[in-house]
């Protein structure tokens, strides 16, 4: 486990990462597409579809220890 500021490095590299109580496959990385403009982006999948929307990090994100690679 790890907190984000130690995982910034994986975002960075182009690699996700999630939080142990997502569901769904939620994970946060690199927007791509049009969300590029974006920092971060949330992906989640629902079976074959897949997602990606905005993501805004909570004060909880930022001091919770439990987020690993995807």
């Given amino acids: 486990m790890a907190n984000i500021a130690e995982l910034a490095n994986v975002i960075e590299s182009g690699k996700q990462i999630r939080r142990k109580t997502w569901l769904h496959n939620a994970r946060i990385g690199k927007a791509s597409g049009p969300l590029s403009g974006s920092l971060i982006a949330l992906f989640w999948d629902e079976g074959p579809v897949k997602h990606e929307g905005e993501f805004v990090l909570s004060i909880s994100d930022l001091t ?4 690993e690679e995807a």
């Fill in 64 to 67: 919770t220890d439990d987020w």
